[in-house]
């Protein structure tokens, strides 16, 4: 699988941006797809995952509220919505396909190349 992020750029703070993830290379179905994101500075984080049966969205306890994953399985895609963006939210953010939970941590089988975002005035 072929991940490819992209949406990323500057925004200011308290506004919406929506990161798009595109799929090719394998069927797209039958991934369990999720964005990851790392600070400047910081290790890489979990933000949250979509099933890809019922289009269930999980999320990290610190992503709650501001974040929606969504996918569209006929586009191959999978998105993050960000909404009321925080200067905390800067980092390049990753999406990843075939994740699973292994000793409390997230991990995924393919990696996209990730997309910056900066939340600045």
């Known amino acids: 699988v072929q991940l490819q992020a992209s949406g990323g750029g500057l925004v200011q703070p308290g506004r919406s941006l929506r990161l798009s993830c595109a799929a090719s290379g394998r069927p797209f179905s039958g991934y369990n797809m999720g964005w990851f994101r790392q600070a400047p500075g910081k290790e890489r984080e979990y933000v949250g995952a979509?099933?890809?049966?019922?289009?269930?969205?999980y999320y990290a306890d610190s992503m709650k509220g501001r974040f929606t994953i969504s996918r569209d399985n006929t586009k191959n895609t999978v998105y993050l919505q960000m909404n009321s963006v925080k200067s905390e939210d800067t980092a390049v953010y990753y999406c990843?396909?075939?994740?699973?939970?292994?000793?409390?941590?997230?991990?995924?089988?393919?990696w996209g190349q990730g997309t910056l975002v900066t939340v600045s005035s």
């Open positions: 990843a396909a075939d994740l699973r939970e292994v000793g409390g941590r997230v991990l995924a089988d393919y």
């Open positions: 979509i099933a890809w049966s019922d289009g269930s969205a």
